[in-house]
């Protein structure tokens, strides 16, 4: 139960990235929005919370430590993203990241949801690193 809500929770993560980007592309006056990135600013403020519950279900999610870091990892990225746009005063070029910092962020966190239902498929209660264990040859 623990593992399939952990993998909803990070499945919703990405859900949310994608209106994110959405919410962007919406205010870009050179494809027809108003400019104004309120909506966007705000949405993108208000989804950090996904991430955290996504971290915080790792716990009793039994998810292995590697995996924990790496959900860990995808909200330190978020965090990165929410500070980057405010740094155009001090270095347009570091503010000029956030782009490239939330396709960083949308593909790790695409990959952690993929490993995220791989470990809920497994047969509840065993251990989350038993699916990182190779397989034996022969």
Do not use: C
Request: proline share 4%; no cysteine.
């Amino acid at each position: 139960m623990w593992r399939t809500l952990h993998a909803w929770a990070a499945t919703l993560w990405v859900a949310a990235i994608i209106v994110q980007v959405f919410l962007a592309g919406q205010a870009i006056a050179n494809l027809g929005g108003s400019g104004d990135f309120t909506t966007h600013i705000g949405f993108g403020y208000t989804i950090g919370i996904v991430q955290l519950v996504t971290l915080i279900l790792a716990f009793p999610a039994r998810m292995s430590g590697r995996d924990k870091w790496i959900s860990a990892g995808i909200l330190g990225l978020y965090i990165v993203q929410t500070q980057l746009p405010g740094l155009k005063s001090v270095s347009p070029l570091i503010s000029a990241l956030h782009p490239l910092n939330a396709m960083l962020l949308f593909a790790v966190s695409i990959g952690y949801a993929r490993h995220a239902w791989r470990i809920a498929s497994m047969l509840a209660g065993a251990p989350a690193v038993a699916a990182e264990a190779p397989a034996k040859a022969g």
